[in-house]
Structure formats: structure tokens, C-alpha cells
């Protein structure tokens, strides 16, 4: 992880704080940032590079699996919780780039809620 940032949690099913209508991805009062992904119950996405590009967006890189691991074929809702610095957690709209990693290599741009 980057400097500043902390994984808090990270599960299946619905994600631990409750996201504004229409939003993936979101802040909440204390800095944290929780972004839904759906995938593997048994391979969940989980970032490992977050960098702040500029005041205005965030980019995580995640990754679903080690080399050889195999996953099941069912699909569930995933969720991530990382800790914000507060001065990109106070600044007003962010948008996301999620970058996804082995096996789908995309990345998909969300705009950050605020809950």
C-alpha cells in the first residue's frame, strides 16, 4: 500500500457502512473510503497500490489472486474499506480509477460518493 493509506477491512456481502444511492464507491465521515466489486467468493479483489495522481482523483490497483491459486465460479459482492490522509478525504468531488489486475487487466472509472 502507499504511504498514508491502510486497508481496514474487506468481505463479502454488503459492505460495512451503507453507500449514498447510486455510488460503488464512497467516503464516509472518518476518511474511509469502501468500493463494491463483485468476483469470486473465494478470490476477492483487494488493493495493493493506491496513488493520488491529483487533488481530484484516486487510483487503486487491485488484484484478485496469486499465480496458480484457483477460484470458485460464483459471483458475490465484494467490498474493500481503505483509510484516506484527510486532505484527499476533505477535498469536495474525487473520482476512482480502479485498476484491475490479473486476470482481467481493465481499469473502470467511478465517481466518489459521500455517505
Not at 77 to 92: D, H
Request: proline fraction near 6%; include cysteine; hydrophobic fraction near 40%.
Amino acid at each position: 500500500m502507499t504511504d498514508g493509506f491502510r486497508l481496514v477491512a474487506w468481505g463479502t456481502g454488503a459492505a460495512p457502512s451503507r453507500a449514498p444511492r447510486g455510488y460503488n464507491a464512497w467516503i464516509d465521515g472518518a476518511s474511509q473510503l469502501t468500493v463494491v466489486v463483485g468476483g469470486s467468493g473465494s478470490c476477492p479483489w483487494l488493493p495493493d497500490t493506491i496513488t493520488v495522481p491529483s487533488a481530484a482523483e484516486v487510483h487503486i490497483h487491485i488484484h484478485s489472486r496469486r499465480a496458480g491459486e484457483m477460484c470458485t465460479s460464483d459471483f458475490v459482492s465484494q467490498y474493500f474499506v481503505v483509510q484516506l490522509p484527510r486532505a484527499i478525504a476533505a477535498k469536495g468531488r474525487l473520482t476512482l480509477a480502479l485498476r484491475y489486475g490479473r486476470p482481467l487487466n481493465r481499469t473502470r472509472l467511478l465517481r466518489i460518493g459521500r455517505a
